[in-house]
């Protein structure tokens, strides 16, 4: 859009960008509705810039245009990150606040979101014992770190943890679980065949 003249108003401002609401629209914006944009003035003496917010990949959440003359700005809401926890906004590795958080860009030009994951409790057990029990982040793989209990019954032997280990995402235990000295899960499974085989071979016969 063509840039207004705001001397008929004031002739001490200059037009410094398109406003939404409380952000900038630059030519990154994307707008998926019909609205309205309104034309936003800077004193002519300042320059405007941008201060974008981006999340950990660098993708721009959102972006607010600041002058010479900003004083503050608020810092916006982060989106949610599925098994974390929103820390604060960073220039880098500093932390310049939170959602909310009333602050000074000064020559700030990108702020990142930062996100924390989220702690669960990992057991794993035999019988009425828990043989280990730790905090494990959301998405990272527990591991069993301590000596394999013996089975309580001759002729068995350690059969794996149940149900089966997987990436964390909420609190979890796992039971120790014992099976017969050289039973495999595909033996299981041909001796399933087999006696569905034989079923149908009698079945035919009959």
Same mark, same amino acid.
């Given at each position: 859009?063509?840039?207004?003249?705001?001397?008929?108003?004031?002739?001490?401002? @200059?037009?410094?960008?398109?406003?939404?609401?409380?952000?900038?629209?630059?030519?990154?914006?994307?707008?998926?509705?019909?609205?309205?944009?309104?034309?936003?003035?800077?004193?002519?003496?300042?320059?405007?810039?941008?201060?974008?917010?981006?999340?950990?990949?660098?993708?721009?959440?959102?972006?607010?245009?600041?002058?010479?003359?900003?004083?503050?700005?608020?810092?916006?809401?982060?989106?949610?990150?599925?098994?974390?926890?929103?820390?604060?906004?960073?220039?880098?590795?500093?932390?310049?606040?939170? +959602?909310?958080?009333?602050? +000074?860009?000064?020559?700030?030009?990108?702020?990142?979101?930062?996100? @924390?994951?989220?702690?669960?409790?990992?057991?794993?057990?035999?019988?009425?014992?828990?043989?280990?029990?730790?905090?494990?982040?959301?998405?990272?793989?527990?591991?069993?770190?301590?000596?394999?209990? +013996?089975?309580?019954?001759?002729?068995?032997?350690?059969?794996?943890?149940?149900?089966?280990?997987?990436?964390?995402?909420?609190?979890?235990?796992?039971?120790?679980?014992?099976?017969?000295?050289?039973?495999?899960?595909?033996? +299981?499974?041909?001796?399933?065949?087999?006696? @569905?085989?034989?079923?149908?071979?009698?079945?035919?016969?009959?």
């Amino acid at each position: 859009a063509e840039e207004p003249d705001p001397t008929d108003g004031d002739e001490d401002l @200059k037009f410094g960008y398109w406003g939404l609401e409380d952000y900038a629209v630059t030519a990154k914006s994307i707008i998926n509705a019909d609205d309205s944009l309104y034309a936003m003035y800077i004193p002519k003496n300042s320059s405007a810039g941008t201060l974008s917010f981006v999340d950990e990949s660098g993708n721009v959440i959102t972006s607010y245009v600041v002058s010479d003359n900003t004083v503050t700005v608020t810092l916006p809401e982060a989106p949610a990150k599925e098994g974390h926890v929103f820390v604060g906004w960073y220039n880098g590795s500093q932390q310049v606040g939170v +959602a909310g958080d009333k602050v +000074a860009p000064g020559t700030i030009t990108v702020l990142t979101a930062k996100y @924390k994951p989220i702690m669960y409790k990992v057991s794993f057990v035999s019988g009425m014992k828990t043989l280990q029990s730790d905090s494990v982040a959301y998405g990272e793989m527990p591991e069993y770190r301590g000596e394999i209990p +013996a089975c309580d019954l001759d002729g068995y032997e350690f059969g794996g943890w149940i149900p089966t280990v997987a990436a964390v995402t909420k609190d979890a235990e796992y039971w120790f679980s014992c099976k017969p000295i050289g039973f495999s899960s595909s033996s +299981a499974e041909s001796s399933s065949s087999e006696a @569905k085989s034989s079923s149908s071979e009698k079945s035919s016969s009959s």
